[in-house]
């Protein structure tokens, strides 16, 4: 029987009970890879034709990928350099591929006269600064002034954080993309006396058929996957009245909330994918198998 391993290192019961059901209505066997008992010197033996996705973030879980990984293995990694060689700054890279992302610094920790002169290229206050590692908004923040920043990046002794331009009036959105398509998306709202999003109580904001409702952004939040070689991200855009920008690709990334409230079988697509690469024909050297 073909196994689907699953590198966890929390209890998601959402997650973990849609990945069974998807194994079980498709004949595979779900083995969960609880990174607290780990064993580098004793990992499971993974074998061509199986299944590996991480839900977990961390250095360990990503080592611990790396160490489980084989070719003919599926994955949603898109070429072997990238699943060992991941970018810092990702918004460079699709910067550089022509999506549209905002105007950012990616290191804000910088002396005082250069923190002037980011200000100046960003257009002026308010900004954003992000500090790496949070969830859920947090690590996010904006500053109105020179003092406010200055203080900030004082208390950051150093942590790695961008600058950011602040897009006013912009809806925020997040896409679920596997493999080549767009699956499902959903708008969220402002917080009450906050400039972040949040999830939206409203059915309406949720949508099945994300590239019929709003194909730009479908199709950027596929652009953009594709761009970090990856085949499976949730996106996070903004979008406004005048443009609309890639925020950042967030892989691994919690997507049960868009399978709950669009419907869409996203644990489902996953697997066929990972199933779909798997059994594809072996690929040039330094690439993964693809369909």
Same mark, same amino acid.
């Given at each position: ?10 209890? &998601? ?21 609880? !990174?607290?008992?780990?064993?580098? &010197?004793?990992?499971?033996?993974? @074998? ?34 990238? !699943? ?67 203080? !900030? ?11 950011? @331009? ?50 730009? !952004?479908?199709? $950027? ?40 409230? &669009? ?7 996953? $697997? ?12 040039? @050297?330094?690439?993964?198998? &693809?369909?």
């Amino acid at each position: 029987m073909r196994r689907f391993f699953h590198v966890c290192d929390r209890e &998601t019961a959402a997650m973990d009970n849609l990945l069974f059901a998807a194994c079980e209505a498709r004949q595979i066997s779900y083995q969960a890879v609880w !990174l607290p008992l780990f064993d580098y &010197t004793d990992p499971p033996a993974l @074998e061509a034709g199986d299944l590996l996705y991480r839900s977990a973030v961390d250095a360990h879980a990503h080592s611990a990928e790396q160490v489980l990984w084989k070719p003919g293995v599926g994955s949603f990694y898109r070429c072997e350099r990238r !699943l060992f060689a991941p970018w810092s700054f990702p918004s460079l890279r699709l910067a550089r591929e022509g999506l549209p992302v905002p105007h950012a610094i990616p290191y804000a920790c910088a002396q005082r006269p250069v923190l002037r002169g980011y200000v100046g290229q960003l257009g002026g206050f308010p900004l954003i600064v992000k500090v790496s590692g949070g969830e859920g908004g947090v690590g996010v923040m904006q500053v109105d002034s020179l003092p406010g920043l200055h203080s !900030l990046v004082d208390h950051l002794g150093g942590r790695e954080a961008q600058l950011m @331009e602040l897009i006013p009036d912009a809806e925020c959105w997040r896409v679920v993309v596997v493999g080549d398509r767009a699956v499902a998306g959903y708008r969220q709202v402002p917080r009450q006396d906050d400039f972040r999003s949040v999830l939206s109580d409203v059915a309406e904001d949720y949508f099945a058929d994300v590239e019929a409702v709003a194909p730009e !952004l479908a199709a $950027l939040a596929v652009r953009a996957v594709h761009c970090l070689d990856l085949a499976f991200g949730g996106v996070d855009l903004l979008r406004s009245a005048s443009r609309q920008v890639v925020l950042e690709v967030n892989f691994p990334c919690y997507w049960p909330i868009a399978q709950e409230r &669009t419907g869409v079988d996203v644990a489902g697509a996953m $697997l066929d994918w990972l199933r779909a690469q798997a059994d594809a024909p072996p690929a040039p @050297e330094g690439r993964t198998r &693809t369909r």
